[in-house]
């Protein structure tokens, strides 16, 4: 092979791989700077929270999460949370599992609304968004 | 081939060789240090987690809290000795009976003066224990309130 042909070759190839390194490394980068799975973790562990802290009080009581929540769907179920947007792989589904006093029931599917509720009554916690006196 | 052609070849392998050696490991250092990065991001601290988790101990009525026959009225804070069982606590806290379970939270609880002990149903060994809370409480029984303190050893895996 041409001397000069062999270096052209590989001068091509060395900067492909330093290209394809920088676009994999920044397009990993942009996804964990744009905090959104950062941010389902963080609400989906907030719901766990809330519901936990539902389950010990003797009362009834509705609580407000104070951030908007419009750009996600939840799913609270009887032991578990979930958060994502439609059309995610399972991959990018969030969920937190949690586990309530015997006879309780967690249920409740917000999707793409901004004001997000839990309402204790009895033994039943709910997921849903807020009403207008509740904010 | 010529004796320059194939030392070119041969410093070129080598290079190449070191080269993506050094770029593995640039691009594995970098995701490992982001991921990190995340994760701290998200991190709860265990004691918040225990003791949003443990609240229901002492405040709920279906777990320890004594609660007036007449008025229904739960006394969050008191406990009834009657309920401190095995039992109560299997209804009160239950993690599943499998892996996932084990690495739940799981709790130990000891009323210290009463000298009274019961664990969630995947509590093992004192040693993995990863922290203590102290919970002072009034305590029903026998008819009448002591003082007491409740210690929740806390193991999150």
């Known amino acids: 092979m041409n001397k000069k042909g062999a270096s052209i070759i590989l001068m091509i190839f060395e900067v492909i791989v330093v290209i394809s390194v920088i676009v994999l490394s920044s397009s990993y980068a942009k996804s964990l700077a744009e905090k959104d799975s950062t941010l389902r973790l963080t609400e989906a562990n907030d719901i766990r929270f809330m519901v936990n802290a539902l389950a010990s009080i003797p009362g009834d009581a509705v609580v407000h999460y104070p951030e908007n929540t419009s750009d996600y769907t939840f799913v609270l179920g009887q032991d578990r949370v979930a958060v994502f947007k ?7 589904k969030v969920e937190i599992k949690f586990f309530l006093p015997a006879g309780y029931q967690a249920f409740g599917i917000i999707e793409g609304k901004p004001y997000l509720c839990l309402e204790k009554s009895g033994k039943n916690i709910n997921l849903r968004e807020c009403l207008e006196g509740e904010l | 081939m010529s004796n320059k052609a194939q030392f070119d070849s041969a410093v070129k392998t080598v290079y190449w060789i070191i080269a ?3 770029i593995v490991t640039v691009v594995l250092v970098f995701a490992i240090t982001l991921a990190g990065y995340k994760d701290r991001l998200t991190a709860v601290p265990p004691e918040l987690k225990a003791e949003l ?30 309920k401190f069982n095995q039992s109560v606590l299997d209804n009160c806290y239950k993690t599943d009976d ?13 009323l210290r003066n009463f000298d009274r002990s019961i664990s969630t149903n995947n509590y093992k060994n004192a040693y993995q224990d990863k922290l203590t809370i102290q919970k002072e409480v009034l305590v029903w029984s026998s008819n009448k309130m002591e003082k007491d303190t409740l210690l929740i050893y806390v193991q999150d895996i």
């Open chain 1, 86 to 92: 439609l059309g995610d792989s399972e991959n990018n």
């Open chain 2, 20 to 22: 993506g050696f050094v």
């Open chain 2, 53 to 82: 988790t443990s609240f229901r101990f002492t405040n709920n009525a279906d777990c320890f809290a004594l609660q007036e026959t007449n008025t229904g009225k739960t006394m969050a804070g008191i406990i009834d000795l009657k």
């Open chain 2, 98 to 110: 499998d892996v996932i379970g084990i690495r739940q939270m799981n709790f130990q609880l000891v």
